[in-house]
């Protein structure tokens, strides 16, 4: 089991900047490909960023340039560095965490925390 835990949500103004942290519970965190998903109201949550074991990154299309995902696997932890936040990226911010082993791929997923972007 993996517990994950998100930090570092808030209301910030349009332009502003925040970084979200999330610190995992298991010790085979550095195998493991993580990522950070959001949900705004009304809509399906959507994939954010993503880093995987390799340190490769991939982010939506509508994040490229402003935010930045990366890990540091001595504290367990993965980051999101959000910049010239925008009122679009108002949602709930939520960690996951992808486990693969020999039969399946086993998901883990934090209980998220708020980013609102308004003036």
């Known amino acids: 089991q993996v517990q994950l835990v998100e930090s570092g949500g808030g209301l910030v103004q349009p332009g502003g900047s925040l970084r979200l942290s999330c610190a995992a519970s298991?010790?085979?965190?550095?195998?493991?490909?993580m990522a950070w998903y959001r949900q705004a109201p009304g809509k399906q949550r959507e994939l954010v960023a993503v880093?995987?074991?390799?340190?490769?990154?991939n982010y939506v299309d509508s994040v490229k340039g402003r935010f930045t995902i990366s890990r540091d696997n001595a504290k367990y932890t993965v980051y999101l560095q959000m910049n010239s936040l925008k009122p679009e990226d108002t949602a709930v911010y939520y960690c996951?965490?992808?486990?693969?082993?020999?039969?399946?791929?086993?998901?883990?997923w934090g209980q998220g925390t708020q980013v609102t972007v308004s003036s």
């Open positions: 880093i995987t074991s390799g340190d490769s990154t």
């Open positions: 996951n965490a992808k486990k693969y082993t020999s039969v399946a791929v086993m998901d883990y």
């Open positions: 298991a010790s085979l965190f550095s195998r493991m490909t």
